[in-house]
């Protein structure tokens, strides 16, 4: 599998797959004191991830307490909470919100016990956070309502074209997915000239890619309204979760778009808060939950795509032969992380009806 990719403002990167065997974990708290609970905040809670998170953290000798948010609440809360910090990590959010954090000056200094198993351009040049898992951003359909020759080929196919108005669905803005498939819709329009470096041409594109959908609300079954076909046939999402969500709820009649020009990949990381007390035991478990055997664990359940190069054996079929199907869109992340909040602001206000 040839991939190539960006992580934050560094230059494109060869991921090369090897598929090796687990051989035995590396990590090793020292200790099974549980009586020091860690407070986990993450994106990456839902559908069961963080009930299983905590529970397998307790057997390991961790009292963890896991917060599960949207990706820019998360973050937004962290740097709020910076004079009195009270998450110990945080997993889950994408190198754009990472760089927030490192502004802050909110994150811990450390060097993981699995570094030598992820590629070195995957860690933060100042050792502040580390990636952990890759998530390419889909379109996915209902393959009873579309064609792979009627679906739209891209994001802003979908935004422009009036086939697709009031037929698709789109992710609560406050979450990380969602903040970055809209910037990788707003890069492709970067203008030094323009609003926030976007063209009036951009936010042209944007304002009908968020008006012509339907911006998820609080209890919405977005994915059944989806996979039912009847007002709604067309969403967003991360792969793992669409091929997991399938499985679960025997939907088969769903697909997903693979663009020409790629699809948006996003990088999840961990970080650990300074607190001025939980520092040594939050890097503990860091090792643990970035372990071999704990990391194939999470792999094999969830759908999760580590970069650990030793889990990569340990992918389904199904997500092997998923990936072979895309590569990922060549984005220069940087314009949003200068930006990501401006432009969020602008569309909450001006573009969300």
């Not at 054996?313 to 909040?341: G, R, V, Y």
């Amino acid at each position: 599998m040839r991939s190539f990719f960006k992580f934050g403002n560094r230059c494109s990167i060869t991921i090369l797959v090897l598929f090796v065997l687990s051989v035995s974990p590396v990590w090793a708290t020292g200790s099974s004191d549980q009586s020091s609970p860690l407070v986990l905040y993450t994106n990456s809670g839902g559908d069961q991830r963080g009930d299983w998170l905590a529970e397998k953290s307790k057997s390991a000798g961790f009292n963890l307490q896991v917060m599960n948010m949207g990706g820019g609440d998360l973050i937004n809360r962290v740097i709020a909470e910076k004079n009195n910090p009270v998450a110990d990590i945080v997993f889950g959010a994408n190198a754009v919100d990472f760089g927030k954090l490192v502004k802050a000056g909110v994150l811990y200094k450390f060097e993981p016990a699995w570094l030598n198993k992820i590629d070195p351009a995957l860690a933060d040049p100042n050792g502040l956070f580390y990636a952990m898992g890759v998530s390419p951003l889909i379109m996915f359909y209902n393959t009873n309502v579309y064609t792979s020759a009627t679906i739209a080929k891209d994001w802003i196919d979908l935004a422009t074209s009036p086939a697709y108005k009031g037929k698709y669905f789109l992710l609560g803005l406050g979450g990380g997915t969602a903040r970055m498939i809209i910037s990788s819709i707003l890069i492709e329009h970067a203008d030094p000239k323009g609003l926030y470096g976007v063209s009036d041409k951009g936010w042209e594109v944007m304002r009908q890619f968020i008006q012509n959908g339907h911006v998820e609300q609080s209890g919405e079954d977005w994915f059944g309204a989806v996979a039912a076909g009847d007002e709604y046939s067309i969403g967003e999402l991360w792969l793992s979760g669409l091929l997991l969500r399938k499985k679960e709820r025997n939907v088969p009649h769903l697909d997903f778009v693979v663009p020409p020009k790629g699809i948006p990949y996003v990088w999840e990381s961990i970080g650990i808060i300074k607190t001025g007390k939980n520092e040594a035991r939050a890097k503990q478990w860091v090792d643990w939950f970035g372990s071999t055997e704990v990391q194939n664990e999470w792999s094999a359940l969830f759908g999760h795509m580590p970069t650990n190069k030793e889990t990569y054996s340990s992918f389904t079929q199904e997500l092997n032969d998923a990936m072979a199907k895309i590569h990922p869109q060549s984005i220069d992340w940087s314009l949003a992380t200068e930006n990501l909040d401006k432009w969020m602001e602008k569309i909450q206000l001006e573009f969300v009806k």
